[in-house]
């Protein structure tokens, strides 16, 4: 096993700048992954050997626990993946080849971490009992090799097409036995402007509820931009409802609405709305920033009321500012869902983002526009990330520095190649 080596700390970090600062992120987390590659052969061998023969202990992972300080459920996965990763040997001296080897060498190189290691050996342990010795070992490969760049989503779709390949026919269903419905809802505003949501639902009616919302609640991967997703989980449920509104809104057979995402005014002075700062009034009773009425206004989920100095009306949303439905079924077929490079979200769950801002003079045309989901549209906003039309009429995005010193551009080929 060859030593590693620790990457050197600034003897001042607040002073680095943020290039270092996500340099010395990627540095210290491969240390730590090899690290972890190297801990699980030492107790593989041990769990060889036999806990109780070398230590007095009835098993490796309450050896380990009383080691590390753990508990004895902390530290069984851990061991569990050291036996998985590593060849190890039965009681007759034979030994026992690893169960996922191809995992363990990309986890030997740092390039995997044990969520993305445990998802995989999940997975295994899913496969029907008659799936054969080669088409396991064909799976593990390809979800190894996938790991290395892919996130958790992109993992999860590419087990359920290998899972629908070896088992088409999968599981027997089970019909739910039917309950009396019950439903309740109320909705009110707080004084502080938040609004507070309170319901009942039945069992079928949950679950249904259940299901959008985690759909749309899953963390985001690490991958796509070097940091994990640090929302809470009631945080990650409350932007799903979001998605789920923003949906909803914008099917064509709304009510009230029918497709078109203005839904309320946005006052907001003519300087605010060009530089991003300050504030503005929603619906005469709440207030937004200026940079978040900024980005709103790029699909127009809301009518903007611009002011000049005076505080006279300037503009009360024209609706040459608005995306046509036919601009909307263009972009559909053109972007063929969110353009940002690795993004899964479908175009029902985007929105049409202006590359120029029409606050900047930038038309409302298919040149000028691109399909965003709601997230990425926040960091193109808000961001160091940049977008830009292409020669040939697809939108390109330029990563901050300290993704790519060399800020190649990058495509969204996800949805081209499905």
Not at 78 to 96: F, K, M, Q, S
Not at 233 to 247: C, F, Q, S, T
Request: glycine share 8%; charged share 25%.
């Amino acid at each position: 096993m060859s030593e590693t080596i620790l990457p050197e700390l600034p003897q001042e970090l607040w002073r680095a700048g943020k290039l270092e600062l996500a340099h010395g992120v990627q540095q210290f987390l491969q240390v730590i992954r090899v690290a972890t590659a190297g801990l699980g052969q030492y107790l593989a061998e041990i769990e060889s050997r036999g806990a109780k023969d070398l230590y007095g202990y009835g098993s490796t992972a309450k050896w380990f626990a009383d080691v590390a300080g753990l508990s004895f459920g902390e530290a069984r996965p851990v061991v569990n993946r050291a036996i998985a990763l590593n060849p190890t040997r039965g009681l007759d001296g034979t030994e026992l080849p690893p169960s996922a080897p191809a995992t363990a060498t990309a986890a030997a190189e740092g390039a995997v971490g044990d969520e993305r290691i445990q998802q995989i050996l999940d997975f295994l342990a899913s496969l029907p009992l008659d799936t054969s010795v080669e088409d396991r070992e064909s799976a593990e490969k390809t979800l190894a090799e996938l790991a290395r760049h892919a996130g958790p989503r992109q993992l999860a779709k590419a087990e359920q097409n290998i899972l629908g390949w070896l088992d088409p026919d999968g599981a027997e269903p089970k019909e739910p036995e039917p309950k009396q419905p019950r439903r309740e809802l109320t909705l009110e505003r707080r004084k502080d402007g938040f609004w507070k949501l309170n319901g009942l639902l039945d069992d079928e009616a949950g679950a249904r509820t259940a299901a959008a919302l985690e759909a749309y609640a899953a963390p985001r991967p690490v991958d796509e931009f070097g940091q994990a997703d640090l929302r809470t989980k009631p945080e990650r449920l409350g932007d799903a409802w979001v998605d789920l509104v923003d949906l909803a809104i914008a099917c064509p057979d709304q009510p009230g609405t029918s497709g078109y995402r203005t839904l309320v005014h946005v006052t907001i002075g003519l300087d605010e709305l060009k530089t991003g700062l300050g504030t503005a009034c929603v619906d005469y009773v709440g207030t937004m920033t200026a940079r978040e009425a900024r980005m709103a206004a790029c699909d127009c989920l809301m009518l903007p009321v611009v002011l000049n100095a005076a505080g006279e009306p300037l503009d009360v949303g024209r609706l040459r500012r608005f995306v046509t439905p036919g601009q909307r079924r263009a972009l559909n077929i053109r972007d063929r869902g969110c353009a940002f490079p690795g993004c899964h979200r479908p175009p029902k769950n985007c929105h049409a983002h202006h590359i120029e801002h029409w606050a900047d003079g930038g038309p409302t045309d298919l040149r000028n526009l691109t399909l965003l989901c709601g997230f990425h549209h926040r960091l193109i906003h808000h961001g160091d990330w940049q977008v830009r039309m292409a020669a040939d009429g697809l939108p390109e995005f330029i990563p901050p520095q300290y993704l790519d010193p060399l800020r190649r551009t990058r495509r969204n080929t996800l949805h081209r190649a499905a």
